[in-house]
């Protein structure tokens, strides 16, 4: 079984801050996140940055899209992100104007399950639909609330849909192999990265632990 890759969400506002922590940790992961505040605040041109500065790492740009999907995300795509994400909840000629998009850019087309009624529908609908990955997702106002990723977990990985699973909300070094094992293959990992006393050793220490499970 292939390894499971680390993403790291980068949702500082800053610009600089951004470029400054991903400098820290990009030894350490596969995948930068341009977090959707900072695509928000920033611009294609955060991405254009980071793609030139990390050309080892890929970059996921957390559009969320709701509405115009193939128009939102082409501007991304080709300013080199190589996975944008569009939310479940839109509509299914949406979530469709991005993964064409993706494909018409050689990248990959993520559905977020945020807020999701019915997750298993969603993401069965959607991977026949062609999209690469699907993203299991507790955001952050929902861990304020005390909820967690792993049940919707569960139950995305017994559908066995041959997408990849990406899961975020709240991940850190005492839930990531378990979330491993539960079949995530991309592990999505910010305020216990960048929170930490050092982020660097935080995703060395992250990094080792995945590579073992
Ligand atoms: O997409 C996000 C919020 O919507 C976050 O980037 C994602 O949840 C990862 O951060 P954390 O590990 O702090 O939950």
Redesign the pocket.
Known sequence: MAKALIQM?L?SLDFDQTLALAEQVAPYVDIL?V??PCIKYNGLEIVTALKTKFPNNLILV?L?TMDAGEYESTPFYEAGADICTVLGVSDKATMGGVIKAANANNAEAQIDL?SVKDKKAVATEAAKNGAQIIGV????DA?AAGQTPFADLQDIASLNLGVRISV????NKDTIQKTIQAGATIV?????IYGAPSPAESAKELRALVDAA
């Open positions: 969400a949702d996140e977090g959707t957390d969320k945020i997702h507790t955001g952050l861990q975020a909300g709240g991940l999505v990992v910010g305020a216990a």
